[in-house]
């Protein structure tokens, strides 16, 4: 069993692509008299969703993007929302932009989802960009899976040739995970399994990993004997868990028990710090690539 893990490690990598980022947007605003400019719109109150649009509204300012929060009450319409997206497509002051989620009960994600221009949508949601990224042509991908290529690639991980058993079937994450590591690409080149919540017995699925990417959403799923020796490990879950001893009253933990699988990987992401700056560093390069940087 190995004991040597090593992380990878999330804050030092989106540091090195926020730099590229930054330098983009300073030619962009060479080029085009303005720097890029992404717009978040965050429905309701959600804490956990207020926190993620914060740190994408900061991340923009880290690297010289304008940035517009826009806010609606949660008892908003689904018209009303829908009215906003079209000013937002129409918006020529604005590269892309992005609907939080998830969105309250009255309002149809997919239809929101589907009226955002496929060449804004910055998320890379849309079926077109869904789509185009199944056929290897140029568009936007998903921020998650997208992170994750460039945590692999910034470590050189090798995955040519190796299972990867992705644990979770979103339309946001594990779908467009699977296809992008089963890619003829660097990351990519793998045999792929999607495992979701109806696989029988999982671990027996689990522990076949080369590579594991786990986006299941439970805390501390999976556990050291659902993973092999010297498997390299992806934790894209993030949880807030109650602790007293912390100042704070939390910790965070993800989908992986970090503690016991870690000493088993030769790497492992951790969590916080690994994924998370990752999905918010894809973001911004997507925003900088509709801005034509
Ligand atoms: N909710 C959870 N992750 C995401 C994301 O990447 N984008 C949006 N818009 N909402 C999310």
């Known amino acids: 069993m190995s004991t040597t893990y090593q992380l990878l490690d999330g804050k030092a990598c989106s540091k090195a692509v926020l730099e590229r980022i930054a330098k983009g947007a300073m030619e ?18 959600d804490p956990a969703s207020q926190t993620y649009v914060a740190s994408k509204v900061k991340a923009c300012e880290g690297v010289g993007f304008q940035s517009t929060l826009l806010r609606r009450p949660a008892d908003v ?15 020529a002051s604005l590269d892309g932009f992005i609907v939080q989620l998830p969105l309250p009960k009255q309002i149809d994600e997919e239809r929101v989802t589907l009226a955002i221009a496929p060449g804004k949508d910055v998320d890379g949601f849309h079926p077109q960009n869904l789509g185009r990224m199944m056929l290897g042509l140029p568009g936007y991908l998903p921020a998650t899976p ?27 994450v594990g779908t467009p995970m699977a296809v992008l590591m089963s890619r003829n690409a660097n990351p990519g080149n793998c045999t792929v399994t999607v495992a979701h919540s109806r696989t029988r017995d999982l671990r027996a699925i689990t522990r076949q990993a080369d590579i594991l990417i786990v986006a299941i959403g439970k805390a501390n799923f999976i556990g050291e004997d659902m993973v092999k020796d010297e498997a390299v490990v992806v934790d894209v879950g993030i949880h807030r868990l109650e602790d007293p001893t912390r100042k704070n009253g939390f910790r965070l933990c993800g989908d992986v028990d970090f503690d016991r699988v870690a000493p088993k990987c030769s790497w ?24 034509g940087g």
Do not use: F, W
């Open 268 to 291: 492992i992401t951790p969590v916080p710090g690994g994924v998370g700056p990752m999905t918010v560093t894809s973001l911004l390069l997507n925003t900088l690539k509709a801005a």
């Open 77 to 91: 319409t689904e018209g009303d929302l829908l009215e906003l997206v079209a000013s937002l497509n129409a918006d």
């Open 146 to 172: 997208s992170g994750i290529l460039e945590l692999l690639k910034h470590h050189e991980v090798p995955t040519e040739g190796k299972h990867c058993v992705v644990v979770g079937r979103s339309n946001i």
């Open 28 to 45: 962009v605003k060479k080029k085009r008299g303005r720097p890029p400019h992404l717009a978040a719109v965050l429905v309701g109150d």
